[in-house]
């Protein structure tokens, strides 16, 4: 999929989806304004949805919540394509990492392995997501507010995951740094391996999706896609869940205050284990998952709540295993993450000249400094990868009253993917609203 879009007005941190017959299968934040206007490109392989490509007379719908008005003037101009490919684009001779050549015979999953072990496209997809009257995610105003959608999974099913969507806007765009609530349980996204249930769900009855978000504020926009892979050799098979051990997680929460100054700590943490055997015209294949989690979140305040700290940590590990009746090890999937990100906003206020200096008017300078990345090992059967996207960002700004008069801001990124087929690195700096370093390479720094 190739999407772009651009607008010549003034327009901010406006949220954007793309569906196929309801099934989410792209999100996106416009981008800021600058001198020269609004553009932004995405390409993004969406080969796990092909399932849903096949249909005829598909329908593809589009939100992008905007809002024009004096101030905010710009309309925007989206083009979407949807480009297909045959296979063996690439020469065998010809040897790159696989995020440059997913035609790769080993990475013929690209785009499928963060849903399982399984080297197809699903052969199903059901969207769990709204009517579609303002774009077909569900809107989340609090933590009671419960989105529920009726499923019936098919009989002949040998794997399911489920695919998270959700973004956070309003009270809650921050969460990470709202004081002194939770938000814990949010940052387990993106997918969710079902197959060890398929003993419970696999009994001809609809079953309830429910999707909500714990300790939320208005509002998150959430939905999900539910992806099937069938067993075309009969009209049923036979399913068990074995082990189901999923505990609460364990909270530690501490806080000091005096007046306006002081901290929160928060720290969780979880294990949970879950495996099923599913007996298929392949065979009997027991699914074992193991997840561990682990979030450590710090917000500190100082010089009476002027300068605040936020400094977040977050450690994931998946462990998906299928085992053969023999219980031969048969398929491996392996993903570590970590979430590094520490935030440093300062307010300074400054002296108003020929002004007795009403509260309209108060004038003030903002200094923020952000620095995040993603950390992945991926290890897939044999084959293996690193990913490493870090970025570095710093600027301020001069406010008076609710204007922004003057400000200045850069941000570094750098990106380094590894993998046996090679290696692709690729910085970028972006100074004043202007590119000023965009350096590509090939070749692979030494681990020594």
């Keep these: 999929m190739d999407f772009r879009a651009d607008s010549s007005g003034d327009q901010y941190d406006r949220i954007a989806a793309i569906w196929l017959d309801g099934a989410e299968i792209f999100r996106t934040s416009t981008a800021e304004p600058t001198d020269t206007g609004i553009f932004w490109r995405v390409r993004k392989d969406i080969t796990r949805y092909s399932s849903i490509l096949y249909k005829p007379q598909l329908n593809v719908t589009m939100m992008l919540e905007n809002v024009v008005n004096d101030i905010y003037t710009g309309v925007y101009d989206i083009h979407v394509s949807f480009l297909f490919y045959k296979e063996n684009i690439v020469p065998n001779d010809v040897r790159f990492p696989s995020i440059i050549s997913p035609s790769q015979n080993q990475y013929d999953n690209l785009g499928t392995a963060e849903l399982g072990l399984f080297k197809t496209p699903p052969d199903l997809i059901i969207p769990i997501s709204s009517d579609g009257e303002r774009g077909h995610w569900f809107r989340v105003e609090s933590e009671s507010d419960v989105h529920v959608k009726k499923v019936r999974f098919p009989d002949n099913t040998i794997q399911v995951v489920l695919e998270l969507y959700a973004s956070f806007h309003g009270n809650d765009e921050f969460w990470y740094s709202n004081p002194p609530y939770s938000y814990i349980r949010m940052n387990n996204l993106t997918t969710a391996h079902l197959t060890p249930f398929l003993g419970w769900l696999l009994d001809g009855k609809y079953h309830d999706i429910a999707i909500c978000v714990d300790d939320a504020i208005s509002f998150w ?40 100054d002081g901290s929160f700590r928060i720290k969780a943490t979880r294990k949970s284990e879950f495996a099923g055997w599913v007996k298929s015209t392949a065979g009997n294949f027991t699914t074992i998952v193991s997840q561990q989690f682990k979030l450590t979140n710090v917000v500190r305040f100082y010089f009476n709540g002027t300068y605040k700290i936020v400094q977040q940590r977050v450690k994931a590990k998946r462990d998906s295993r299928i085992r053969a009746d ?14 590094p990100l520490t935030v440093i906003t300062s307010t300074v206020p400054l002296p108003l000249i020929g002004s007795l200096g009403s509260k309209e008017e108060e ?24 990913l490493n996207n870090r ?48 350096n590509t390479t090939f070749s692979c720094a030494s681990s020594a």
């Excluded at 098979?237 to 007046?259: C, D, G, K, W």
């Excluded at 004038?363 to 690193?386: C, D, F, K, Q």
């Excluded at 301020?396 to 003057?406: A, F, P, R």
């Design 221 to 260: 926009l959430v939905n999900a896609n539910l992806h099937f892979w069938l067993d075309h050799g009969t009209p049923k098979v036979e399913a068990q869940s074995v082990v189901y051990n999923s505990p609460a997680l364990a909270i530690q929460r501490r806080e000091a205050f005096t007046m306006l």
């Design 326 to 339: 023999s219980g031969n090890l048969v398929g491996r999937t392996v993903v570590q993450r970590q979430y």
């Design 363 to 386: 004038m003030y300078m903002m200094i923020t400094n952000v620095s995040h990345a993603l950390r992945e090992r991926r290890i897939n059967g044999l084959s293996s990868s690193t």
């Design 391 to 438: 970025q570095e960002s710093e600027g301020w700004m001069k406010v008076k009253g609710h204007s922004v008069i003057s400000g200045s801001g850069s941000t570094w990124q750098k990106y380094n993917y590894r993998d046996e087929f090679g290696c692709y690195s690729r910085t970028v700096l972006a100074l004043e609203g202007k590119l000023a370093i965009d």
